[in-house]
């Protein structure tokens, strides 16, 4: 972080007041995290719901940091010794974006957001694998998409730069719009509209108009990419004419795959992805399509998506002593992510005998059991030759398998310790396993205990 300011200009564009220190001291790089926090750094003092920052204040970390960031109203309960520097703002949140809003508009660059249901962070990465073809990018780190993770993100731009790729998420009306007016795109990505976080929805219209406040952030003649194969995006179509980008499937996108082939706008290129399945080349076509829209060559397109591998837990290969293909994507999911998720493991081992590992897909509120039954109904339909089922809301799932009597075997506990022992008897060399849930119910440990044949 290079942020090239003065601690009088952070208390300015935070919204805050300068305590202590000289306006004119240099003010560069911030943290939030006690844990990571480098010597000279500043120290963002942020109140959540399950933590508050400012209980972390104390003599060790006034020494660490250059100074602090904190909220007028626990000035009165700090107790010294305190760093050489301080601010105090009235919401250590607010300022924060405040901050990153400001920093934002110091930079004439193509700075491109992504939301959607499923595949924005595979969408991001990939996106920034191909501009960095052609200079360096600014990205989100991980998954910092949040009302936290995108100011912070955001405050990572500096004058190296080219281009900036933003992951832009949503739980509740109001986010996008939010996250958008800090980091101020001026190209749109739409990659999918799903179930996801129903429960503080409680309808997909609600989802949708939330996804669609980035539109509000762009310029009315800005691109805007969308997946023409869905059917909520689809819709777009028509208010958008000629700034729609479109990408899927369908015929008439102008980024079309089919196979390892990507048509773009009648260019033709062959993408040997290391990512697996149908929902990696959704997410390939849409950074193609990003950036096609921004101008970039199609051979510089396939090396930025031939260059792109996986992060983990996100359809992440790995090894078992056994010999038998696992594949763990338990870093979220829905309705829908899980379905392409299965469906993509389906493809892949088409020869091995497969094995579904399902944990419950979490925040879909009062429509949870039925999207979880919906899930049981498909899943015995599938040539597979074992499920197991895990989590409280999989039950639903797991007593609509039951009722259809599928030729596969079932295996459904509440909680994975109780088939663990199982399921590692049933994998071998001729065996592919899936591993597919929401964050939350932590497969990873799960895979972990498998992998270990003691």
């Given at each position: 972080?290079?942020?090239?300011?003065?601690?009088?200009?952070?208390?300015?564009?935070?919204?805050?007041?300068?305590?202590s220190g000289s306006a004119d001291d240099a003010f560069n790089s911030i943290s939030t995290d006690t844990r990571t926090i480098q010597d000279g750094e500043v120290f963002w003092a942020l109140k959540?719901?399950?933590?508050?920052?400012?209980?972390?204040?104390?003599?060790?970390?006034?020494?660490?940091?250059?100074?602090?960031?904190?909220?007028?109203?626990?000035?009165?309960?700090?107790?010294?010794?305190?760093?050489?520097?301080?601010?105090?703002?009235?919401?250590?949140?607010?300022?924060?974006?405040?901050?990153?809003?400001?920093?934002?508009?110091?930079?004439?660059?193509?700075?491109?957001?992504?939301?959607?249901?499923?595949?924005?962070?595979?969408?991001?990465?990939?996106?920034?694998?191909?501009?960095?073809?052609?200079?360096?990018?600014?990205?989100?780190?991980?998954?910092?998409?949040?009302?936290?993770?995108?100011?912070?993100?955001?405050?990572?731009?500096?004058?190296?730069?080219?281009?900036?790729?933003?992951?832009?998420?949503?739980?509740?009306?109001?986010?996008?719009?939010?996250?958008?007016?800090?980091?101020?795109?001026?190209?749109?990505?739409?990659?999918?509209?799903?179930?996801?976080?129903?429960?503080?929805?409680?309808?997909?219209?609600?989802?949708?108009?939330?996804?669609?406040?980035?539109?509000?952030?762009?310029?009315?003649?800005?691109?805007?990419?969308?997946?023409?194969?869905?059917?909520?995006?689809?819709?777009?179509?028509?208010?958008?004419?000629?700034?729609?980008?479109?990408?899927?499937?369908?015929?008439?996108?102008?980024?079309?795959?089919?196979?390892?082939?990507?048509v773009i706008d009648r260019h033709k290129i062959i993408v040997h992805l290391k990512a697996l399945g149908k929902l990696s080349k959704y997410n390939a076509a849409a950074a193609a399509a990003a950036?096609?829209?921004?101008?970039?060559?199609?051979?510089?397109?396939?090396?930025?998506?031939?260059?792109?591998?996986?992060?983990?837990?996100?359809?992440?290969?790995?090894?078992?002593?056994?010999?038998?293909?696992?594949?763990?994507?338990?870093?979220?999911?829905?309705?829908?992510?899980?379905?392409?998720?299965?469906?993509?493991?389906?493809?892949?081992?088409?020869?091995?005998?497969?094995?579904?590992?399902?944990?419950?897909?979490?925040?879909?509120?009062?429509?949870?059991?039925?999207?979880?039954?919906?899930?049981?109904?498909?899943?015995?339909?599938?040539?597979?030759?074992?499920?197991?089922?895990?989590?409280?809301?999989?039950?639903?799932?797991?007593?609509?398998?039951?009722?259809?009597?599928?030729?596969?075997?079932?295996?459904?506990?509440?909680?994975?310790?109780?088939?663990?022992?199982?399921?590692?008897?049933?994998?071998?060399?001729?065996?592919?396993?899936?591993?597919?849930?929401?964050?939350?119910?932590?497969?990873?440990?799960?895979?972990?205990?498998?992998?270990?044949?003691?």
């Amino acid at each position: 972080m290079k942020l090239d300011m003065k601690w009088g200009d952070a208390a300015r564009f935070s919204g805050g007041r300068l305590v202590s220190g000289s306006a004119d001291d240099a003010f560069n790089s911030i943290s939030t995290d006690t844990r990571t926090i480098q010597d000279g750094e500043v120290f963002w003092a942020l109140k959540g719901e399950k933590y508050d920052a400012h209980s972390f204040l104390n003599a060790e970390l006034a020494k660490k940091a250059s100074g602090w960031i904190v909220e007028e109203s626990k000035l009165p309960n700090l107790k010294p010794p305190f760093p050489p520097r301080l601010i105090a703002v009235s919401h250590s949140l607010r300022a924060l974006q405040a901050l990153a809003a400001h920093h934002r508009k110091k930079f004439d660059i193509p700075v491109i957001g992504i939301t959607g249901s499923n595949g924005k962070t595979t969408t991001k990465e990939m996106l920034k694998s191909i501009l960095s073809e052609l200079g360096p990018v600014c990205s989100s780190p991980g998954n910092w998409n949040n009302q936290i993770g995108v100011p912070l993100s955001v405050l990572h731009l500096d004058s190296t730069h080219r281009w900036a790729v933003f992951e832009l998420a949503d739980s509740h009306p109001g986010d996008i719009k939010e996250v958008s007016q800090i980091a101020q795109p001026t190209l749109a990505v739409f990659t999918n509209i799903g179930p996801d976080h129903i429960e503080f929805y409680g309808n997909m219209e609600a989802n949708f108009k939330t996804k669609l406040e980035l539109l509000d952030y762009v310029s009315q003649d800005a691109p805007v990419v969308i997946n023409s194969d869905d059917p909520w995006l689809s819709s777009l179509e028509g208010r958008l004419g000629g700034r729609a980008v479109t990408f899927g499937e369908a015929p008439l996108c102008r980024v079309r795959f089919s196979g390892e082939e990507i048509v773009i706008d009648r260019h033709k290129i062959i993408v040997h992805l290391k990512a697996l399945g149908k929902l990696s080349k959704y997410n390939a076509a849409a950074a193609a399509a990003a950036a096609w829209a921004l101008g970039v060559a199609p051979e510089a397109i396939r090396l930025g998506l031939e260059k792109y591998a996986p992060f983990a837990m996100r359809m992440e290969r790995v090894s078992h002593p056994s010999g038998c293909e696992i594949i763990l994507d338990a870093y979220n999911a829905n309705p829908a992510s899980m379905k392409a998720s299965i469906e993509s493991f389906m493809e892949e081992f088409p020869n091995k005998k497969k094995i579904l590992v399902l944990g419950d897909m979490k925040e879909l509120g009062e429509q949870s059991v039925s999207f979880h039954a919906e899930l049981g109904d498909w899943l015995s339909t599938l040539p597979v030759d074992k499920i197991y089922l895990a989590g409280p809301e999989m039950k639903a799932a797991a007593e609509a398998i039951a009722k259809r009597k599928p030729p596969f075997a079932l295996n459904y506990k509440e909680n994975p310790a109780d088939w663990i022992n199982e399921l590692k008897k049933s994998i071998n060399k001729n065996s592919a396993c899936l591993f597919k849930a929401s964050r939350a119910m932590k497969f990873e440990n799960v895979h972990a205990a498998v992998k270990d044949v003691k």
